[in-house]
């Protein structure tokens, strides 16, 4: 059976620290105001009973992407273990994977932009001219998930193999592995907790799913 990778997000542990956001844009230079991993700040009830939660967001690597379907140059694709994946060679820039993503999930940079207005040594290095004009997004860090077929890593267990956001996370809200090993990180914390899906209802199959307490006893 091949592997099906996706992320389970404890929301009893995060923070808030917005760390995982910095370590992706660092990891993947992405320009100021794009951001393929948010933390949402959301608060509910009133006072005196008034709560608050943060929960991060990026792409869904959906089993049935939308994104997918309605892409006209097949630029937007996906691998056998899951990933969601972007051709920048084919991707004409369309946008129409932009407005067919439920989850706000991708972007289109026209120009270059750097933090100061000018690039500094350490942006000029890293800028990537094959992402102007065409849609980005989170990858899960496709890089090193692919290299550990090599490697003799394991996503999710070793770092060099896991994507950025989750090394980064200070209080281990965050996991990555393979959905389809009962023994993997995500599979045994599915299996301990009650959980849910961002729109689940639309049936795409979003494979990052999101704890909120405990399984019934």
């Given at each position: 059976?091949?592997?099906?990778?996706?992320?389970?997000i404890d929301?009893?542990?995060?923070?808030?620290?917005?760390?995982?956001?910095?370590?992706?844009?660092?990891?993947?230079?992405?320009?100021?105001?794009?951001?393929?991993?948010?933390?949402?700040?959301?608060?509910?009830?009133?006072?005196?009973?008034?709560?608050?939660?943060?929960?991060?967001?990026?792409?869904?690597?959906?089993?049935?992407?939308?994104?997918?379907?309605?892409?006209?140059?097949?630029?937007?694709?996906?691998?056998?273990?899951g990933l969601?994946?972007?051709?920048?060679?084919?991707?004409?820039?369309?946008?129409?994977?932009?407005?067919?993503?439920?989850?706000?999930?991708?972007?289109?940079?026209?120009?270059?932009?750097?933090?100061?207005?000018?690039?500094?040594?350490?942006?000029?290095?890293?800028?990537?001219?094959?992402?102007?004009?065409?849609?980005?997004?989170?990858?899960?860090?496709?890089?090193?998930?692919?290299?550990?077929?090599?490697?003799?890593?394991?996503?999710?267990?070793?770092?060099?193999?896991?994507?950025?956001?989750?090394?980064?996370?200070?209080?281990?809200?965050?996991?990555?592995?393979?959905?389809?090993?009962?023994?993997?990180?995500?599979?045994?914390?599915?299996?301990?907790?009650?959980?849910?899906?961002?729109?689940?209802?639309?049936?795409?199959?979003?494979?990052?799913?999101?704890?909120?307490?405990?399984?019934?006893?």
């Amino acid at each position: 059976m091949s592997k099906r990778y996706g992320m389970v997000i404890d929301l009893r542990r995060c923070v808030g620290c917005q760390t995982c956001t910095a370590a992706c844009k660092s990891a993947n230079a992405t320009p100021p105001g794009v951001q393929w991993r948010r933390v949402l700040d959301m608060e509910s009830g009133s006072y005196p009973d008034a709560r608050r939660a943060f929960v991060p967001v990026g792409c869904n690597h959906c089993d049935e992407p939308p994104c997918k379907a309605v892409c006209p140059t097949t630029a937007t694709d996906q691998s056998a273990d899951g990933l969601v994946t972007i051709d920048y060679d084919l991707c004409i820039g369309c946008a129409n994977c932009i407005m067919a993503c439920p989850y706000d999930a991708r972007s289109i940079e026209h120009e270059p932009r750097y933090a100061y207005g000018v690039a500094m040594a350490s942006e000029a290095a890293r800028f990537d001219p094959k992402r102007l004009g065409v849609a980005t997004k989170c990858t899960f860090c496709k890089e090193r998930v692919e290299a550990a077929a090599t490697s003799g890593k394991t996503p999710g267990l070793d770092p060099e193999a896991t994507p950025a956001c989750v090394n980064s996370c200070i209080s281990a809200a965050m996991s990555f592995g393979d959905l389809r090993d009962p023994d993997s990180p995500v599979s045994k914390l599915l299996a301990e907790t009650r959980h849910w899906r961002l729109h689940e209802d639309l049936g795409a199959g979003p494979s990052v799913y999101y704890i909120w307490e405990g399984a019934e006893p």
